[in-house]
């Protein structure tokens, strides 16, 4: 069983950055690849960005990529998202997620283990 819990989300003007954190807890963290995804009211779940064991691969949506960056930290048990030039369209909640997955890892169903989330807003 593994434990995740988001923390940084609020609330920030359009161009302006946040940094969103995971810490895990249970089993080895470095056996999961580690995403974060968003859910926007009214909308499905969809994926944001993707980081292997290792760390050394990313995956991330086209709506974020060049303004958002996953990292891992696997001594500390933790993910990052740095979010920069924010805009309206990223406000959401947003959710951590840790998965055995050897596939692309853009794929709720592929993530056993979810954070309870915690919300961005982005004020134009």
């Known amino acids: 069983q593994v434990q995740l819990t988001e923390s940084g989300g609020g609330l920030v003007q359009a161009g302006g950055s946040l940094r969103l954190s995971c810490a895990a807890s249970g089993r080895t963290f470095s056996n999961y690849v580690m995403g974060w995804f968003r859910q926007a009211p009214g909308k499905e779940r969809e994926f944001v960005a993707t980081i292997s064991r290792t760390g050394r691969t990313t995956h991330y949506a086209d709506s974020v990529k060049g303004r958002f960056t996953i990292s891992r930290d696997n001594a500390r048990n933790t993910v990052a998202l740095q979010m920069n030039s924010l805009k309206p369209e990223d406000t959401a909640e947003y959710y951590c997620?840790?998965?055995?997955?050897?596939?692309?890892?853009?794929?709720?169903?592929?993530?056993?283990?979810w954070g309870q989330g915690t919300q961005v807003t982005v004020s134009s």
């Open positions: 997620a840790g998965g055995t997955t050897y596939s692309s890892g853009e794929k709720s169903n592929e993530y056993d283990y």
